[in-house]
């Protein structure tokens, strides 16, 4: 551990800072850890893409269909893979308190600097469940534990429960993925002098920084929208800290054709209840990235899809950006 347990906030004001991105893992076709495509991932996006952090064993991870000890490894992997040039957040998301409390445990053990959890997925319907699950956890590490806001996916953190879950030692921070804009200012208002927030959206990380003072993106975007060479997300930030916010809005802006084709392709079926793992990884094969196939019950798209995708990455212009890099 780089901090005791009552430091946990102090630390994450200095490392829950910049451009975070969320890899998926990556399998072979004979359905095994593709260890040498997530090394070579991570490399990529630390050397060539340049961010300021990773968040591993997400939902863009596929966590929930992998058995623990895989989980435990792939997370050994990305630890190995980072080897301390960026910090690492590990997912330890679980239904069962005990099965998150192991997997947390063993990011604290192998040395990741935090761990996110979502609120668990049956029978936590209530305020009062969510409070019971991360005390059970925080009683029992030292680890700082990062609140996971998805109320598309489990039970909502709201404004007020955030309030009740900060009085946690060591619950450092929020990934707030309800994209509800007022839910954003409550929850800023509430806790937001206290942890640190990032919203789990880069339409809005331009807003966030010169509005509401954040510093901070976790998404999964960064590694989609960029390739080696053209950095636009890094560059607007980058704009934004120095204070240049106008040419900050042009370079933001200029990434409308690409957001249009992560909602069409990523977020509408997301939305839709259909896991859109299998376009983002054919979105990153097709930059240059390792991609692989997925597991059930996420559904491989088709080859006419592979080539439709292909074709309207072509049309924003990133295939030829990712080309010129190579």
Known sequence: MKYAKGEAREYAKEALRGIWTSLPY??????????????????????????????????VAEFWSMPLDERKRAQEVMLEATAGRIPLMAGTHHQSAKEALALTRHAQDIGCDFAILLTPYIASNNDR????????ISERVNIGLVLFNSPGATYPISP?????????????????????????????????????????????????????GHRWLLTYTPHMYQVPGWLPIKEYTDLVLVGDVARAAEVSAGLTPIRMANAKWIMEPWRKGNMSQSAMKTWMELIGMAGGPVRPPVIPISDAEREALKADLESVGLLQKARSSV
């Open 160 to 212: 007020e429960l955030a309030g009740e879950l900060v009085k946690i030692p060591n619950v450092c921070a929020m990934k707030q993925a309800d994209h509800n804009p007022y839910t954003t200012l409550r929850l800023q208002e509430e806790v937001g002098d206290i942890i640190q927030i990032s919203v789990a959206d880069e339409n809005v990380w331009f807003h966030n920084m010169t509005q509401l």
């Open 26 to 59: 990556h399998f072979t076709e004979n359905d095994t850890l593709d260890e040498p495509a997530i090394r070579r991932n991570v490399d990529i996006v630390i050397d060539y893409l340049q961010v300021d952090g990773h968040y591993s064993d997400g939902n």
């Open 129 to 136: 469940s969510v409070l019971a699950f991360f005390r059970y």
